[in-house]
DNA sequence: GATGAATGAGACTTCATTCAT
DNA sequence: AATGAATGAAGTCTCATTCAT
């Protein structure tokens, strides 16, 4: 029994320790930014001598690395799916504010991923990875199912609408990290939003309401003198 | 007249010098990747020592910008413009073309820019920066003249239209460079405009109100017609 | 009595950890060779903590020197003497084949004991020291007993010509052990047992001449006395 | 002619420098030992930077390597051929006494080639290995034109006689290098010039002096026989 | 006696930048 | 204007050894 509460009182330190070094090291990179944050930095701050880091981790990119994916899970965790939410729009524009609510709220973190971990191969086994791919998956799943309901046209693939929100918003986000400019949460999220469900929105099935088919008679009619312009 | 020669003489060596050493860099950077070239690397290759490449940039990284700006240039240079290419689509699709064509061909000189020179606050400053700006400026342009002629809606901003293009081709673009994944050229243009041409149509396919597209298609039909009379 | 049992009981797992330490050491060191053990291998290898090899050791040379000892001691203690060996050159050969055989069964023992702990001062006082002079000296007095029979010469101190016959052994050797060259057994006892038997030759070999006559048989004479001594 | 003069003088310098440090690693080697010696040390004792050190030298071993090749090579450097002295003996015992000399001038030196060098794989491409070589190769020579003369036997092989001389010395030399023991040049050199001279004699002479040796042997005897009779 | 985390000195190496010539 | 050697700070990482529990 002493020595069970002895080894459970002998392991407990050596978690502290990993979460002091961790800790201190988001603290050292939010203070100095990832790029100019030393070892030196992080041990002192952890109260622990440089050499005690490396039993921790395996080098300086080890760290780094690892801090960011706890420090970007932390982030990720609380986040609930979108089956609860109604209508295509509304799902996908939920997805997209709280990745930017995120970014707003951590730029330091994300710039990290953004710059230093994506362009790594050894990214694609990461954590952070998985997370972000969560993340595109959900998207590319509520996509998939507009396509199954009829709401959105099969005649493209997902992969390139998956692409088009997440290559918006980074550009975005790009812009904004590197201080180049703000942007408005709701706004890129409901414009990007409205482009997708509009531009992948199947066709009207046609209906009894004689306005809309006064227009499709028209329709016809001005695609007919648009062909003859040609 | 000596003396003017003799300025010419110490000015054409001096020119030349810089370009050596750009061309050097070039090479260098070519042969052993952005981050890994020295300034020893560089200077030798031109054939000049160190402390040379001193008297033509400040520093490391200016050289390693101007280079990239000039060879970055060197490839913008014999674009045209998409004046004389008939239809947004069509338009929208030869600028993304020329984007992804570029890429192909340059990638280590993509890279640096996407990943080392976006993210310095100075990016903005470059010339780069400007060449890259003309680049989403012509694609605003083509929005722009869509919305004016009726044919895209005006209820989203361009800018917002300009991100979901450049975000998605720079998503794909990023892969590519990361060396995860390939793009087609064409379907990636071909996609993205298809997208967006949908998404910003006028027309009354089942859009937000039909009554209002046709409307406005009529009305620029309306207009190229009168335009014809003229 | 009770005490008695308790030191039986604490003594025993001690001496069992000091040869579980001594044979993970040896494990550890045909793995990545002596000069890339680390004492953590050897801890990690034995099942043991890095503090506890310090319990049994002073240091990590003490250790490896040590361990080597007792490996080295393993591989002579079978050895049997030559005395039941007919022939001067014979025993030699005998000897010298036992050496070399060991050599090409041990490489990183011997390796190590030629080239890390024979330069130490220190090695005098080794174990391994007194195998290898229990090894020389059987040589010497295999010499020591020719020279007694009047079989060799004793114009020459013995040292010298066990310094011939060990220089010789150990310079092939050593150039195997380096990787620079293989060698064959029975060609090298063979070739040395003969250069050193003719070179302390004391029998002539008779000729023409009256005096060598005269001489060769005195010689017999004596060779016969030498006989009636043993 | 001033650039020449400004070319000669910018030149110098950096060969005194290179000459600075190799003298100073010298020094520094020989005062705490090539094992202890740092970088730090020798920067300090050439009045230079631990970075400029790294100009002339690829690393800590290529320093020490060259260091002691240019050591050796002064040494060896004066040492003239045998082809003046008389007598196979003679030369063997000439070029053997020449290496004992230089090992007792220079023990640091012959302790790291002997050692550290030798064990390198690497060691067979460097110049000390070349000298070295160029030592055993003189006394093949003589070897092979005792044989080629009728002096020596032929029915053993060169290499063989040399490693029984090199073999014997280095054996001697390395218990000098360890502080095991002293030896004397001309006794060591003698003893094995005459045993290797007698192994190695053609038969028809019956030995350098038959008269001699038989009235060795037989006093020999007498004296064992008196002891008998004691 | 065992543990094993912490220590911490230290060594090597790199390279952008400077500056006397 | 060119040279290019010297600088020297900076930084990472290793590992034998200790010592409180």
Known sequence: MASKADQDEGTRPQDKRLADIMAAARRAIRAKGYENVRIADIAKEADVVDGTVYRYFENKRDLLVRVTEAW???NIAGDSGVSDIAGTRNKLRHLM???LIFVRKEPVLNR????????DPAFRASRAFAMNRRMTEEVSEVCRQAMASGEFRTDLPVALVRDLIFGCLEHRIWAFLRGEGDFDVDEVADGIA???????AARSHGGADPLASATQRLTALAARLEDLER
Chains 1, 2, 3, 4 share one sequence.
């Open 194 to 200: 409205t482009v997708i469900c509009r531009g992948m």
């Open 112 to 119: 990290f991923v953004l710059m230093e971990m994506r362009p």
């Open 72 to 74: 970007f899970e932390e």
């Open 97 to 99: 504010r709280r990745l």
